[in-house]
């Protein structure tokens, strides 16, 4: 699977984003795809992940951010609304296709991972 993620961009602080990846593959539909970010001088982090029509998310985006995606289309999406400095990072698309919903945190869970595409919010 390859993955292309895009739609990072310069924001004001309270603005909206919306990230979407597009995959490779005849079978999109059966892989758990993710989202995580890097910000500078700091660890990977979690931010949502979609398996079996279940979403999850890292608390500190819950309520603002929304992941969903598109079978049809091989794509995901990651909708970004009330940003914050704090979300300033390089965003990273993730497929796999036996993840379980315990490890899914877990960056080192995921096999498959995008180039990354940088947000970047301006207070």
């Known amino acids: 699977v390859q993955l292309q993620a895009y739609g990072g961009g310069l924001v004001q602080a309270g603005g909206s984003l919306r990230l979407s990846c597009a995959a490779s593959?005849?079978?999109?539909?059966?892989?758990?795809m993710g989202w995580f970010r890097q910000a500078p001088g700091k660890e990977r982090e979690f931010v949502a992940a979609?398996?079996?029509?279940?979403?999850y998310y890292a608390d500190s985006v819950k309520g603002r951010f929304t992941i969903s995606r598109e079978n049809a289309k091989n794509s995901v999406y990651l909708e970004m609304n009330s940003l914050k400095p704090e979300d300033t990072a390089v965003y990273y698309c993730?497929?796999?296709?036996?993840?379980?919903?315990?490890?899914?945190?877990?960056?080192?869970?995921?096999?498959?991972w995008g180039q990354g595409t940088l947000v970047t919010v301006s207070s």
């Open positions: 979609i398996r079996l029509g279940n979403t």
């Open positions: 593959g005849q079978t999109f539909s059966r892989y758990a």
């Open positions: 993730v497929a796999d296709r036996t993840i379980i919903a315990g490890v899914l945190r877990q960056s080192e869970s995921w096999d498959y």
